[in-house]
């Protein structure tokens, strides 16, 4: 079933860290992104169903996210909650572009 809104967005393997309640995980790249959620290549343990929190280049404030699938070297994580702004950014500009 497909779960993801919108067209995916480039993020040129930004860095990305992930964290569970407050803490750091670690690091990805982020590998595209849409208004439902982003692709992350990573080394991390991650499992499907748990939540976690991203925190993307120039943002302010961690998106908090449900780790629908995680491979060896891949992820795709759904956003459960997405910040201010968000939706403006995502149309004609990549995540994280200045403004």
Known sequence: MEHRWGNRKPLDRADVEVRKEGRALGH????DINLGG???ECDL???AGEVVEVQL????SAI???VVH???KRCGLM??????GF??????KKVGDDE
């Open 45 to 47: 343990a991650l499992h």
């Open 70 to 72: 995680a491979g060896k």
């Open 28 to 31: 990805a790249r982020g590998i």
């Open 79 to 84: 956003f459960l909650s997405v910040p201010e």
């Open 38 to 40: 982003i692709g992350l």
């Open 57 to 60: 280049p120039k943002w302010e």
């Open 87 to 92: 939706r403006h950014r995502d149309e004609g």
């Open 64 to 66: 908090r996210s449900l």
